[in-house]
């Protein structure tokens, strides 16, 4: 009754506001006011109704009267209880581009920004969220540096592409040969081939003693170069309204006006953008034939795709602490790289390089040392060890640096934490090669017989830590003196080589008919039928043995298969997996199979017959 008694009021007023709005217009095309219409003495001025309100049916008005019915206050065109045509999409402003199309550069012309400031300003989180991924190690140590090495890569901040370079905390005042002093310097190495820089504060913290120490530090090792002062971790200042207090303090440095951004929340990019895409329009515009320094084709990257020899190879260097990683790495490159000394745990970001050998693009990550029960440690070092794991996974060929001293001293040849490493990057299908260092200190008449001892050790112990991979290529090296460096990198690039091989089914189905019958069998009524042999993936090699029937290979079976296959391909050094799958015999139609015991018997009758026919007959 409730809903009838409603419904016949609505079509009541309904009628009624619709008279009204004729009667209005009307009014207003005559300009005349009608002197007999009753409604005017109360409606008066009341006739536009502007409320101001949006444009949404008056049934759910919030001033409407009884019964949802609008008051006559209402303007009678936003009334309807249709609802409104949708408002038109505002036009976006064209985002500004850059006339330089930075993705179809060389990397290698790119422009270079060195991240520099005070330790604990934010470097290494203004480094990931410009690379766009979490490479470098990130944690709230005021009174420690977890940047130690200068760590490279390649920016994305909207269609800019440039190289930007995470540089350790500056301190001035460090006392000579101690690490701080160790990084600064290298920092100054490192400015040499950087074109900008991006100096960051802290705004939290407010400008301090040390950051005006670091401008004049900048001034005196870059007095030419572009710098670019950031006040990072402004995300809480810039509702307070105090960044432009801070912004005060912060132009007192000397570098022009400063940019507000967080690293960590991404405010203050499109700010970032804008100043850094004119310089880096001008300083792309002045390099000669900008235009002929693009990426080649997709022609010639098919090529280089196809081409083995092109691809990159992955190579990390892993192995516990203070055993020469970073030596090793620094040997490679023929350059002060990243930092050393003889202080354990020196490195703790996984430094990445490019560089090439024999015509091959070579990437080499340095890992942190590999501690055991990393479980326990706490702050960056347990970072450092779970960066090291991630870096294992991701390579192609991992280098197991071992310390021959070490070695010489002590009864065995691999620690627990080198017997796990070895046995991890062999189950993830990995390329291995063990790289024994220091044996510069091996040397004279009185370790001729340790020197020789340990040649003859390493090998042994590897092979009986490892067992299923034979032929793990080791390799004997000075790294402080720079010996073995073409060794380390040709039995390397042999690895990959095999590690990438394949090989066509017609010359393994051949290879299997050889091998089968030279192998022993226990039982030939039971002995497996292979069928057909192939490859089915590379990286490692991977290959299916396809059997007739439902029996399977043995553990010997499959052992005397892949000792076969290294033996005759080559393939020692690296993991080999050999996989089984049963063929079905092929189904007989019902027809078919009742011919065939028809004959069957008939035969099984005729010899019967003939055989009980014959002493008859006799």
């Known amino acids: 009754m409730a809903q009838v008694f409603v419904r016949s009021i609505l079509r009541k007023h309904r009628s009624a506001l619709l008279s009204l709005s004729i009667r209005s217009n009307l009014a207003r095309a005559s ?17 536009h109704f502007s409320t101001g309100l949006p444009r949404t049916p008056w049934l759910f008005r919030p001033t409407a009267n009884f019964c949802g019915i609008p008051s006559l206050d209402h303007d009678l065109k936003s009334a309807s209880l249709m609802d409104p045509p949708p408002e038109k999409p505002k036009s976006k402003k064209g985002q500004k ?15 270079t920004v060195i991240l520099v ?14 690379i766009r991924r979490r490479e470098a190690l990130v944690y709230n140590t005021p009174g420690d540096h977890v940047t130690r090495d200068i760590r490279e890569g390649i920016a994305k901040l909207g269609d800019l592409r440039f190289r930007v370079l995470d540089s350790a905390g500056l301190e001035t005042a460090a006392t000579s040969g101690s690490i701080l002093s160790r990084t600064a310097e290298m920092t100054g190495n490192v400015l040499a081939r950087s074109q900008f820089a991006i100096f960051l504060i802290d705004v939290r913290e407010g400008l301090q003693p040390l950051d005006h120490e670091v401008g004049q530090w900048l001034r005196k090792h870059a007095s030419g170069m572009r710098t670019i002062v950031a006040m990072n971790k402004s995300e809480s200042l810039d509702d307070q309204g105090l960044l432009t207090s801070e912004a005060g303090e912060a132009h007192a440095l000397g570098f022009g006006d400063p940019i507000a951004i967080s690293a960590e929340t991404g405010f203050g990019m499109a700010e970032l953008y804008e100043t850094l895409c004119p310089l880096f329009e001008d300083y792309m515009l002045r390099l000669p034939n900008v235009s002929d320094n693009h990426v080649p084709d997709d022609t010639s990257s098919k090529t280089v795709e196809s081409d083995e020899s092109k691809v990159p190879l992955q190579l990390a260097i892993v192995g516990r602490p203070n055993v020469g990683k970073s030596t090793l790495l620094n040997a490679l490159l023929q350059e002060e790289r990243v930092l050393v000394g003889p202080e354990a745990g020196l490195t703790r970001d996984s430094i990445r390089a490019q560089f090439q050998f024999e015509e091959r693009t070579i990437y080499l990550v340095d890992t942190a040392g590999w501690l055991h029960r990393a479980g326990q440690e706490k702050g ?40 796990v490493i070895a046995r991890q990057a062999i189950e ?25 001892k ?5 090998p042994q112990e590897i092979q009986t830590v490892v067992p299923q991979v034979t032929g793990i290529p080791v390799v004997f090296v000075s790294a402080l003196e720079g010996k073995g460096r073409i060794a380390v990198m040709r039995e390397v690039v042999d690895t990959y080589r095999k590690w990438c091989l394949r090989l066509p089914t017609a010359r393994l189905n051949r290879w299997l008919r050889k091998v089968m019958s030279r192998h022993s069998w226990k039982d030939q009524a039971t002995q497996p039928k292979i069928k057909y042999f192939t490859q089915v993936k590379a990286r ?54 009742k011919n065939l015991s028809v004959r069957l018997n008939a035969r099984a009758r005729s010899d019967k017959r003939t055989t009980t026919s014959e002493p008859v007959s006799s």
């Open 428 to 452: 993830e299908g990995r390329g291995l090669v063990v790289i024994v260092n220091k044996m510069d200190l091996l040397r004279g008449r009185q370790n001729s017989s340790l020197h020789e």
């Open 380 to 419: 960056p070092a347990s970072l450092s060890v779970l960066q090291s794991r991630k870096n294992l996974m991701r390579a192609h060929v991992v280098a197991l640096v071992l310390d021959g001293e070490e070695i010489a001293k002590a009864k065995t040849s691999m620690k627990h934490a080198e017997v």
């Open 454 to 458: 340990v040649k003859k050790a390493v």
């Open 31 to 47: 300009q005349t006011p009608r002197n007999g219409d009753p409604l005017l003495p109360i409606l008066g001025r009341s006739l």
């Open 97 to 111: 581009k850059s006339a330089v199309d930075f993705t179809k550069v060389d990397p290698a012309l790119l422009p």
């Open 540 to 593: 490692p090699p991977t290959f299916i043995a396809f059997l007739s029937g439902k029996a399977q290979l043995s553990d010997t079976d499959m052992r005397f298969l892949m000792k076969s296959l290294k033996e005759d391909f080559d393939l020692g050094g690296i993991p080999i997996r050999i996989m089984q799958r049963s063929v079905p015999r092929k189904v007989v139609d019902s027809k078919s199979s």
């Open 117 to 130: 400031g005070r330790p604990n300003v934010g470097k290494s989180a203004l480094f990931n969220r410009l």
